[in-house]
């Protein structure tokens, strides 16, 4: 059972994402930590929010929804009412979606026993292809991406004018993420890329 809430504190500093379990049902730990953690992946790649506060852990309390509930069951506070900051981002419907597609990823991830992991992209090798040939070259991440996912590849250096950012949209998750990579220079040359993965989130 999830309970979704917005907070409040006389202290109007007070402010970000928590999730409460039980006291008493330890075992629900798990079920807020695994929300957490979607809902910080989630949130902070949304460009705006990327230090909103999200608690580390699940904090356990003695709210009467989770003591009474006979299955897994948590608070999720989105955020706080009291605080400035948090009232602007309730009011923001990217926010508030963002939020939420956490929580479902969160509680996804816990419902499949898989561990909640920030999606972080591994470095590419380097490479040496011939000059107008292309090369394919695999990408290994760690996480757990709701797919389509984009891969942005940006320019950090390059000894030809020809170098050029791309993205690159992958939409199912059976197939490997690859990259087809392009010498179109004229001669021989060093590029590097500076290269970051997104999940394209639905409106």
């Known amino acids: 059972m999830l309970s979704l809430h917005t907070n ?14 039980h006291r008493t049902k ?3 730990k798990a079920l807020g930590d695994s929300i957490l953690c979607g809902m910080r992946e989630v949130i902070h ?5 990327e230090s909103f506060p999200v608690r580390a852990e699940s904090v356990a309390e003695g709210h ?5 509930g006979t299955m897994p069951s948590v608070i999720v506070e989105t955020a706080y009412h009291s605080n400035p900051e948090d009232v602007a981002a309730l009011q923001d419907p990217v926010f508030r979606s963002v939020a939420m597609k956490g929580v479902e990823k ?17 470095p ?12 394919i070259v695999p990408v290994a991440f760690k996480g757990n991406p709701q797919y389509p996912v984009v891969l ?10 020809s170098c050029t950012p791309s993205d690159k949209e992958f939409q199912d ?5 690859q990259l087809e990579l392009l010498c179109n220079g004229g001669g021989a040359g060093t590029v590097r890329w500076r290269h970051a993965c997104a999940m394209r989130m639905a409106s």
Do not use: F
């Open 64 to 68: 009467g929804e989770n003591r009474i």
């Open 106 to 122: 969160g509680y996804r991830l816990w419902a499949t026993g898989k561990a909640c992991e920030t999606m972080a992209l591994d």
């Open 8 to 21: 409040g504190n006389p202290a109007p500093g007070v402010r970000g994402a928590e999730v409460y379990h």
């Open 173 to 177: 998750p059976s197939q490997p993420v």
């Open 152 to 161: 942005e590849l940006g320019v950090a250096s390059c000894m030809e004018r």
């Open 26 to 28: 330890p075992e629900d």
């Open 124 to 135: 590419l090798p380097d490479v040496q292809i011939p000059v107008r040939s292309s090369l």
């Open 45 to 49: 790649a949304q460009p705006g929010y």
